[in-house]
C-alpha cells in the first residue's frame, strides 16, 4: 500500500463518514465495502437487490438497501421532483427515475442519508456525473466541475515526494482558457486537502516562457495570467514545460525567475488528450499508484471509478470520498 493511501485511509478513519455504494451488480462493490468495513475506513451503504448479493457476504457489515422497495423511496422521489421541476421533470418521472442506483444514491447525499457517493465501475463517466451535477450543482464559488488523479510514483524525488496531482485527465476535454484557469485554482484546494501539503501549479506546455509560440502556447499563457488575477495567494505559474516544473536545475535555467518552476507537484494539462495520456503512462512505465478520476467542483463528493478499477482501487476512492467530506463539512 503507497503512504499516500495509507495516510488517506488513516484520516478517512478518523472522519467517520458514511458512503454509499450504488453499483451493487458488480462483485468488486462487495468486496470494496467488506475492506472498507474490515478497515473501519467509513461505514458504508450499498445499493442492491437480494440477487446482487454475493452468497458468502456478512450482510450484517454494510447497510443494504434496494431503491425499488426503500422506506424513503418517495421522500427521495420528492426531493428530486422539487430540485428537477424547474427543467420540465413530473412528479411521476421523478418516481421512476429515483429507482435508478446512481440517482437514488446521489439523492442520499444530498439528503443526509450519506455523506459521499463512489460508483463508476459500470456507469459511464458522463452517467454518474449527470446524477451529480443535477441533484448536487456546482459547490460555492466553482464555476466549473473537473477532475484529478493523485499520482504516487515509488522512489521519487521530484513532486512532494513522488506524489503529484494530475488534472485534468478524465472530464473536461478541450478546456478554453478561461475553464484551464479554474482547474488550476481547484486544483491547489484539492491537492492540499487531499496531501495537506502547500500546492505548487504548473500550468503545462511544450513551451517555458515562450520558447515557443503557438494558439496552443498562448492558451497556456493565458489561462495562467487568469489564474493569478483571481488567485494571487496560490503558488502557480506557467507556461511551463514538463521538466522545467519538475526537475529543480532545469527551472532554474528554463525559468528563473519563477517561484514554481523546479518544485511542481500539481500539473495541469492543455487538454484530455495529454493528461490522459500523462497518467497512464506515468502508472505503467513508473509503476505509479493512480488514485481517481476524483472530481472536483461539486456541491458534495460524488466520485467516478475507471470500468477497469480493482476492489482495492474502489476502497483507495472510498478513502478519498470520506477525507473530501470531512473538508467540506
Known sequence: MSS?????????RVADKHIVLPEGADARTW????????????????????????????????????????????????????????????????????????????????????????????NATSAVLRAALQILKTAPGTKLVSSY??????????????????SDCGLVENPDAEMLSEIAISS??????????????AL????????????????VVEATRLAKEKRPD??????????????EAIGKSK?????????????IFPDLNSGNIAYKLTERLA???????????????VNDLSRGCSADDILGVIAVTAVQAADQK
Open 4 to 12: 499516500f493511501l495509507e495516510k488517506t485511509i488513516e484520516r478517512a
Open 31 to 122: 468486496e470494496a465495502a467488506k475492506q472498507a468495513v474490515d478497515q473501519k475506513v467509513a461505514r458504508i451503504t450499498v445499493l442492491a437487490t437480494d440477487a446482487d448479493i454475493p452468497a458468502d457476504f456478512d450482510v450484517s457489515s454494510v447497510q443494504i438497501i434496494d431503491p425499488a422497495s426503500a422506506d424513503f423511496r418517495d421522500e427521495l422521489a420528492e426531493g428530486l421532483f422539487e430540485l428537477r421541476q424547474a427543467k420540465g421533470m413530473t412528479r411521476e418521472q421523478a418516481d421512476e427515475l429515483i429507482v435508478d442506483p446512481l440517482y437514488f444514491g446521489t439523492m442520499m447525499v444530498k439528503k443526509g442519508y450519506a455523506d459521499g457517493a463512489v460508483a463508476g465501475a459500470i
Open 204 to 219: 503545462l506546455s511544450y513551451s517555458t516562457y515562450g520558447s515557443a509560440n503557438s494558439p496552443l502556447t498562448e492558451k
Open 255 to 267: 525559468a528563473p525567475d519563477s517561484k514554481v518552476a523546479g518544485k511542481a507537484n500539481c500539473l
Open 234 to 247: 496560490i503558488a502557480l505559474d506557467g507556461e511551463l514545460q514538463l521538466d522545467a516544473a519538475i526537475v
Open 149 to 166: 488523479f493523485i499520482m504516487d510514483v515509488p522512489d521519487c524525488e521530484y513532486g512532494e515526494g513522488g506524489v503529484f496531482l494530475f
Open 188 to 201: 491547489a484546494g484539492s491537492f492540499e486537502a487531499l496531501v495537506g501539503k502547500p500546492a505548487q501549479v
Open 287 to 301: 509503476k505509479a499508484e493512480a488514485y481517481g478520476p476524483i472530481t472536483q467542483g461539486i456541491g458534495a463528493p
